[in-house]
């Protein structure tokens, strides 16, 4: 690379700290200016060299690190948006994991020294020759805003006519702005706000920078014009466009692309994926990264993608003996940075690549005189098998030719660029040819597309009627499993039915004597009608299941608890006698007494039970009722003794008073 200045047409700034720390002490820095006339050197504060960059609006500020220069990331991007429109910042040693400034300089044949001033210098230089990446924290489109420059409150005239000649001016200015970017030729989209007697905003946005925009900003009068950069997500480091370095290329080709860069140190410079990207994509992508004298596949023989690729770059083919197994690709990758399979895979194909080539490399970058570009003698010794000293020669005799003719036609500096000419003319004639075999292969592609949305098509119509019939199958036997859990349901019933009927029928039996076939065998013994306890649920459940009727025999199992409106239920029933396990209760004892209906202890009738029926022997029961009888009577007197003792002594204490 050439290290002279005079052919630049711009200035540029080469940055390096001399002292201080941007994240404590005040820095310096170590400034170098290049200019077509000549080099510049100084030192300067931090805020000198922001006054600098302001006032000359230099091309390119370039450095080695760009966080000496802004101490995180969002001080960047102030940065960034501080920096005149026509500046770009340039890190000159890589992107987010940039190299040493001594290896990229070597690499490129610049003069490098450890001082901070030679370290400016060697940034700069390197920028000129376009090598490093511009930071970047702002897409390639601008926001032209055009608005009111002042308030639309009252004024010198009426409220009204001030506002229209406010509005007024926006839209004639609008209108201004429109014509000039369709002069300039830009495309751009506009978005206005109407208000009262024209406009009260218009925003242009516009594809390009803000020093391709032909519009003045700043306010003239009411109306205020603004410039607003579009922000990215983050910070982005974008390849210088014409960095023509000598790199190997792996490419994955498929469904999703991927490709990756791979520099003569052998270091992953970049790899990237996509679903979208055609051939020329990918063409551009890997030009502006580099000049490919490898390009690699992963697999064997090579991809038909990966070979019309490599036939566009006229650059050496390489495959792997067998197709490269995964735990290799891994292990080859294992240091580098990817974020999908494809990228894995583009990546360890140029790894792999540059370690069978690395030997030769090494080999010719030893042969090569400093002055003779490296990529063309690498390019020409690995794609055509020619020895270094055949192609140096050829490339003397070349420059000789090319001499004479200058020298007759007194244009000496002219030779080099006709000679980059018929190689880019070369280079066109291959991707025409390249775009035509593309254009067939889009034919046919768009023509398998078709197919494929027939096909598409077809299959959606059946699975929407497949779909379409398991939900019939689904609400049908949804149905059927209601309809047989409803037929279960009605089974129990029906058997929990049959069964109560049963048991009815045989205490029916019991309850009448004039069957013959069950007098004989009733003789002697009466139906016991048994309540769980004393509750109105259990006396209503009783009656469900096999009815009570008057001159019942009713044990209550659990005689505790009940009240009156309990009491007076069973009362109402008028059973024969009430056998009862446990005490009642004070109240439902009275009310059962004043009702007339013999209660027992159920211990002095002997009950059998079977299932819910149950029978006592009649005698026992007339006993019970005997006995309830003789303790009835004694309670009955009991209480009129009660009565007359009451009366006797309200008749004693009227008499007293």
């Known amino acids: 690379m050439s290290t002279r200045t005079s052919a630049l047409e711009s200035v540029i700034f080469g940055v390096d700290v001399q002292s201080g720390d941007v994240r404590g002490q005040a820095p310096s820095y170590a400034l170098v200016i290049l200019t077509g006339e000549g080099i510049e050197r100084d030192v300067v504060t931090g805020r000198k060299l922001h006054r600098l960059i302001a006032d000359e609006a230099p091309a390119i500020v370039a450095t080695d690190n760009v966080y000496e220069l802004a101490e995180d990331r969002d001080h960047l991007v102030h940065l960034l948006g501080e920096l005149p429109h026509e ?82 001016g926006v839209k004639r200015r609008a209108r201004a702005v429109e014509a000039e970017l369709e002069d300039a030729g830009l495309d ?69 692309t991927a490709m990756a860069i791979v520099g003569l140190d052998g270091s992953l410079l970049d790899v990237t994926s996509s679903r979208t990207a055609d051939s020329a994509a990918v063409i551009e992508w890997i030009i502006e990264r580099g000049r490919p004298i490898v390009v690699a596949a992963d697999v064997t023989p090579m991809p038909e993608t990966v070979e019309k690729l490599r036939r566009s770059f006229d650059a050496a083919g390489w495959t792997p003996e067998r197709d490269l197994p995964v735990d290799e690709k891994l292990h080859r990758t294992r240091e580098e940075g990817y974020d999908n399979d ?7 194909a140029a790894l792999s690549a540059y370690d069978a080539h690395a030997d030769q490399f090494e080999r010719v970058a030893a042969k090569v005189p400093a002055e003779t570009d490296l990529g063309t003698v690498l390019g020409r010794v690995v794609s055509e098998d020619a ?85 019939l199958v689904t609400r049908l036997e949804r149905a059927n499993e209601r309809l047989e859990r409803e037929r279960d349901d009605a089974e129990e019933r029906v058997e929990a039915l049959e069964g109560k009927l049963e ?109 819910e029926l149950a029978v006592a022997r009649e005698a026992e029961v007339e006993d019970a009722i005997a006995d309830w009888a003789e303790r009835a009577a004694e309670r009955e007197r009991e209480r009129n003794a009660e009565l007359v003792d009451q009366v006797i002594s309200e008749h004693r204490a009227t008499r007293t008073e």
Not at 427 to 447: A, G, M, P
């Open 87 to 168: 500046t770009r910042l340039v890190q000159v040693t890589g992107a987010e994991q940039p190299e040493p400034l001594s290896r990229v300089a070597k690499r490129h044949g610049v003069p490098y020294g450890k001082e901070p001033m030679q370290e400016a210098e060697a940034a700069a230089r390197l920028a000129a020759g376009n090598v490093g990446h511009e930071v970047a924290a702002f897409e390639d489109e601008t926001t032209v805003k055009v608005s009111r420059g002042r308030s639309t409150g009252g004024g010198g005239w009426s409220e009204d006519r001030f506002t229209r000649r406010i509005h007024g």
């Open 188 to 256: 751009f989209t506009v978005e206005v706000t109407e208000k009262y007697g024209g406009y009260a905003n218009a925003e242009f946005a516009v594809a390009a920078r803000p020093e391709a925009i032909p519009v003045t900003t700043g306010r003239d009068g009411d109306v205020r014009v603004e410039f607003e950069r579009e922000r990215t997500d983050g910070i982005e480091f974008r390849p210088l466009a014409k960095r023509r370095d000598p790199v190997v290329v792996g490419v994955d080709p498929g469904t999703t």
């Open 342 to 348: 494809h990228e894995r895979d583009a990546a360890a």
């Open 387 to 471: 020895s270094v000293e055949a192609v140096l020669e050829d490339l003397a005799t070349t420059g000789e030719e090319d001499g004479e003719t200058e020298a007759e036609e007194v244009q000496p500096e002219v030779s080099p660029e006709r000679r980059r000419i018929r190689q880019l003319e070369g280079r066109v004639e291959r991707l025409e040819d390249h775009v035509d075999s593309l254009e067939t292969t889009i034919e046919q592609k768009d023509e398998r597309i078709a197919e494929y949305e027939a096909e598409l098509e077809e299959a959606r119509r059946t699975e929407r009627r497949e779909a379409r019939e398991r939900q």
């Open 503 to 611: 048991r009815l029928k045989a205490l029916w039996k019991l309850d009448h004597s004039d069957f013959a076939d069950v007098a004989e065998e009733r003789a002697g013994l009466v139906p016991v009608k048994v309540i769980e306890q004393f509750t109105a649920d259990a006396i209503a459940d009783a009656e469900e299941r096999f009815g009570l009727a008057p001159d019942d025999v009713v044990l209550l199992r659990d005689a505790s608890g009940a009240g009156r409106s309990t009491a007076e239920r069973l009362a109402a029933v008028d059973p024969k006698v009430v056998l009862r396990n446990g005490n009642l209760s004070a109240v439902a004892d009275e009310v059962l007494f004043e009702a007339d209906v013999p209660v027992a202890p159920a211990d002095l009738v002997t009950v059998q039970e079977v299932d």
